[in-house]
């Protein structure tokens, strides 16, 4: 099977001809040894299959970041290679096609992006560039399709390519070439343009970001809890639980199979959260409660990547995530983690190094609380009066800043300057939009849901052996003497872990005071992750920075919860 | 050597490459996306407090970090 490979620029809709190219069969992998993915899929060439292969976006052969390693690596692998290049910046995309060229790989250029050309002003002879470079030159405009169709007709005729220079002399050659084929008019700024600009600058960026991130909330709210209202939930009531039933009924009500799979009956009803069984909380919990969000969170994802607005919030946000260590970018998954921890966490593999990667899965996993808490913190602090939640977020904010300013000091390791291009406002491609979509999803199903089935099965074994309760009783001074909690509060948290809402409901009749209230929320937001985010937060980290994570997490949740200790409830608030 | 810091700009002001201080890694990064020598550069606006500075060149915008964004030297019209 010939091996087709798509190279170009960032941002110039290789993606998108990807999708064009492909069907539905298209595979998400990360590069061996790697966090920099690409896809791979097949497409009809003639008589026989094609791979197609979305090489990662790279600016140059001459590597300045893992990414663009992994293309160069990429590059050697193919038998053919269609490079697409945006002929809005033909300049600068010429740099990798004039490198591509030495190569002597069959090649032909796909000139992408025509149409914006065109209403740039910019017009390129392409029968022109096709002698120059010695390869076929096909224009496309990949969101709408058309050049899709010219453009594999002409892979029977790619070619190495005839065009020689001398390394040193490269761009002197290319501005010989754009010279020679493009013609730029002068034209006005358009209006999305002008919102393109304004979208960065801080005085009217801010407002903007503000609209985006209120309205991204929005969706999401409506999207994950219509999933789960609509679909998930009746779903499990009407038809799983009723067979689950069943099935316990078959095997005795009891036994240890019998609590593996279904787990323990609650007043001979099956509490789909508190069973702990296999085949009840095990597929419950990340179906029909972290899967839902996880959807929203992809698509309102895809949607502020693919139009273009990504780029400009991380530069708004570079300055102030610096200080704590951050790469700008990094907003991006502390922002799904406001639905679900677990896109959150999966999302830190967009930065670079160890080190960003570790201070923002730990910063999340402790001050960023999920759609779940949020929930929790509202109906548990409504009755702490009306300072009661301001002051619990207020905490968790100074906390993520502190805490963040202290791992950056004593994380080692390096946090690289914001260097990004900025792409312009552009129409997401829906088809390619909702492949990848379902690309992230599927790459949640198989790699985070096996794990968090293993996580309730574990779960399950140590509360069977009583060791559950063990840590109850050895925790209980802590929680009664530095935390100032009343003992029974305790189960609470052991239940938090696995899913913190329900903590709640055992806290609401302890009859706490207001300043205990505040406490108990903050710590039981900070002192673990469920265990759908543990699991995966463990395959992200490794075992030796998970195990540090935790640590930082029990430490920062028993000093900030002593205290709030001290100060609330010793300081005579009511 | 000759030529104005990128960040010694205000918004709005253009002008050309002359040279990229410091060492071979940035130089490649930046060349890669466009700017080197002889290049006509636009600085768009720079953020509060160091942040990241953005430029136009062509017909691309990109963000550049403010530690690097120092380090590119520019001629302009009135110097």
Redesign the interface.
């Known amino acids: 099977m010939i091996k087709i490979l798509l190279m170009g620029n960032p941002n110039v809709g290789k993606s998108v001809i990807f999708s064009r190219l492909t069907g539905v069969h298209v595979v998400a992998s990360n590069y061996p040894g790697t966090t920099v993915g690409y896809t791979r899929g097949t497409m009809k060439v003639q008589d026989s299959t094609a791979e197609v292969v979305d090489v990662p976006g790279t600016y140059t052969l001459d590597p300045t970041c893992k990414a663009e390693e992994v293309a160069v690596e990429m590059c050697g692998d193919g038998d053919l290679i269609i490079n697409v290049v945006d002929a809005t910046n033909l300049e600068r995309n010429l740099n990798l096609t004039l490198q591509l060229l030495k190569k002597k790989v069959p090649m032909v250029v796909a000139l992408n992006l025509w149409d914006e050309a065109r209403h740039v002003g910019i017009t390129i002879d392409q029968k022109k560039l096709e002698e120059l470079l010695g390869v076929p030159v096909v224009p496309t405009v990949a969101v709408t399709g058309e050049g899709i169709l010219e453009l594999v007709r002409h892979l029977s005729q790619a070619r190495p390519g005839t065009l020689e220079y001398d390394d040193g002399e490269r761009w002197h050659e290319i501005g010989r070439i754009v010279e020679q084929v493009q013609q730029v008019t002068h034209r006005h700024h358009t209006f999305w343009e002008r919102l393109g600009d304004a979208s960065i600058h801080p005085l009217s960026g801010a407002p903007i970001a503000l609209i985006v991130l209120a309205v991204t909330f929005y969706i999401i709210r409506i999207v994950g809890e219509g999933l789960i209202g609509f679909l998930f939930d009746p779903l499990f009531e009407r038809l799983w639980s009723p067979l689950m039933i069943r099935l316990s009924n078959l095997l005795g009500s009891s036994g240890v199979l019998h609590d593996i799979l279904i787990g323990r009956l609650t007043d001979a009803r099956i509490d789909l959260i508190e069973s702990l069984g296999l085949l009840t909380t095990g597929i419950y919990v990340p179906l029909a409660m972290v899967l839902p969000y996880v959807f929203a969170f992809y698509l309102v994802l895809s949607l502020l990547e693919d139009s273009g607005y990504l780029p400009r919030l991380a530069i708004l946000m570079d300055t102030l995530m610096h200080r704590i260590g951050l790469h700008g970018l990094a907003i991006v998954p502390m922002m799904l983690a406001l639905g679900c921890n677990v896109p959150g966490t999966l999302a830190t593999r967009i930065l670079e190094t160890r080190k960003e990667r570790f201070i923002s899965i730990t910063l999340m996993a402790i001050c960023v609380p999920c759609a779940a808490q949020l929930a929790m913190i509202v109906g548990l602090l409504g009755r702490a009066g009306w300072w009661g939640i301001p002051a619990l977020f207020g905490v968790l904010l100074v906390v993520w800043i502190s805490l963040g300013m202290l791992l950056n000091r004593l994380v080692p390791g390096e946090s690289p300057e914001i260097f990004v291009e900025i792409p312009p406002y552009r129409l997401p491609y829906l088809s390619g939009l909702f492949k990848k979509m379902w690309m992230r999803i599927r790459g949640f199903l198989l790699e985070a849901v096996p794990f968090v089935i293993l996580g309730v099965l574990v779960i399950n074994i140590l509360y069977t052996l009583g060791i559950i309760d063990l840590l109850g009783r050895l925790t209980e001074p802590i929680i009664t003497g530095v935390l100032g909690l009343p003992r029974d509060a305790v189960g609470a948290l052991i239940v938090g872990f696995m899913r913190k809402d329900v903590a709640v409901g055992m806290l609401a009749p302890l009859d706490l005071t207001a300043g205990q209230l505040v406490t108990a929320g903050v710590v039981l937001t900070m002192y673990f992750p469920c265990v759908a985010t543990f699991v995966v937060m463990a395959r992200e980290l490794g075992v030796r920075d998970m195990l540090l994570a935790m640590a930082i997490m029990v430490i920062a949740s028993l000093a900030v919860g002593g205290l709030l200790n001290l100060l609330l409830q010793k300081g005579g608030l009511p | 050597m000759e030529g104005q810091k990128l960040t010694a700009l205000k918004a709005g002001a253009s002008g050309t490459v002359v040279a990229i201080e410091g060492g071979a890694?940035l130089a490649?990064?930046l060349?890669?996306?466009?700017i080197?020598p002889g290049v006509h550069i636009i600085k768009?606006?720079s953020?509060?407090?160091?942040?990241?500075v953005?430029i136009a060149?062509?017909?691309?915008?990109?963000?550049?970090?403010?530690?690097?964004a120092k380090r590119i030297l520019l001629k302009t019209k009135d110097r």
């Open positions: 890694l490649r990064r060349e890669a996306l466009g080197r768009r606006s953020q509060l407090l160091r942040g990241p953005t060149v062509g017909n691309s915008r990109l963000a550049i970090g403010h530690g690097m």
